[in-house]
């Protein structure tokens, strides 16, 4: 059912649902049985890391690998994946030192979180939270995804850096991983205008073939991080919540079989 398929969840501009989405898309997919590795490719502070942080109390410092050890090539994708407190979400946890990789820029970096990916154990779902910019991080963890999510504030300049999103992927498609498709744009934190309205339509005639989900506006959302739990634990009644679990019900139609 699942086919070990490889999102990445991005979008240049910051505040935009990336994170909410990871963590609670894979909550979602976990709470329905699937095995799901969350890679947060973001090292900046209030990331999925932060939301989900790794259980590694009991392990050595000195093993505590992260993404940046991956992408170093001084660990393997599953030395730096741990379990989370959510069963079956497990997350490949980033910190500031994430950062060293855009300087240091290995031979091969475009496609070593790919490669990362195709020898390590397959989980049925990978979920890559992107940084809020178009950086080498970013180009990297597009090509290591077949399948795009875009979280979108409906704005007017929100819009303008989907359009800057979209030369990233073409060049991505066209350099780099020839598979790679929008599968789903999201409206995140959506409040009732003709405004939202336009912008609902203006994305749905940009990006036809995928899937439109709106997600809506609840304080929720802002709460959950604080106390480190997705949505499906913290407000499982919220329609955030509802939007999410629609949206993984539409993203693996059998899900929606199976629960009806």
Same mark, same amino acid.
């Given at each position: ?82 379990? =989370? ?57 597009? =090509? ?26 073409a060049l991505v498609k066209d350099r780099l991983n020839p598979n790679v498709h929008v599968a789903a744009v999201l409206v995140c934190g959506k409040l009732q205008s003709n405004f939202v309205d336009a912008i609902e339509q203006q994305l749905q005639a940009d990006y036809p073939d995928a899937i439109h989900q709106a997600i809506r506006h609840t304080v929720r959302v802002g709460e959950a991080p604080t106390v480190r739990q997705p949505l499906i634990e913290y407000a499982p009644d919220s329609t955030a919540t509802e ?18």
């Amino acid at each position: 059912m699942w086919g070990r398929r490889r999102f990445v969840v991005t979008n240049q501009k910051g505040g935009q649902g990336k994170t909410t989405t990871t963590v609670n898309l894979g909550a979602q997919l976990a709470s329905q049985g699937a095995k799901v590795r969350a890679i947060d490719a973001d090292p900046q502070i209030g990331s999925a890391t932060f939301w989900l942080p790794p259980q590694w109390e009991h392990v050595d410092p000195g093993q505590r690998f992260d993404l940046s050890h991956v992408l170093t090539g001084q660990a393997t994708l599953d030395q730096a994946t741990w379990p =989370t407190t959510v069963p079956g979400l497990f997350i490949v946890p980033s910190f500031h030192s994430l950062g060293q990789f855009e300087l240091l820029r290995p031979p091969g970096a475009d496609l070593v979180l790919r490669q990362a990916i195709d020898r390590a154990e397959p989980y049925d779902v990978t979920l890559t939270d992107c940084p809020p910019n178009l950086g080498l991080l970013t180009v990297t963890s597009i =090509t290591s995804s077949d399948e795009v999510i875009i979280p979108c504030k409906p704005g007017g300049l929100d819009l303008a850096g989907v359009n800057d999103l979209n030369q990233t992927l073409a060049l991505v498609k066209d350099r780099l991983n020839p598979n790679v498709h929008v599968a789903a744009v999201l409206v995140c934190g959506k409040l009732q205008s003709n405004f939202v309205d336009a912008i609902e339509q203006q994305l749905q005639a940009d990006y036809p073939d995928a899937i439109h989900q709106a997600i809506r506006h609840t304080v929720r959302v802002g709460e959950a991080p604080t106390v480190r739990q997705p949505l499906i634990e913290y407000a499982p009644d919220s329609t955030a919540t509802e939007d999410y679990r629609t949206l993984a019900g539409r993203l693996f139609p059998a899900l929606s079989t199976r629960s009806a």
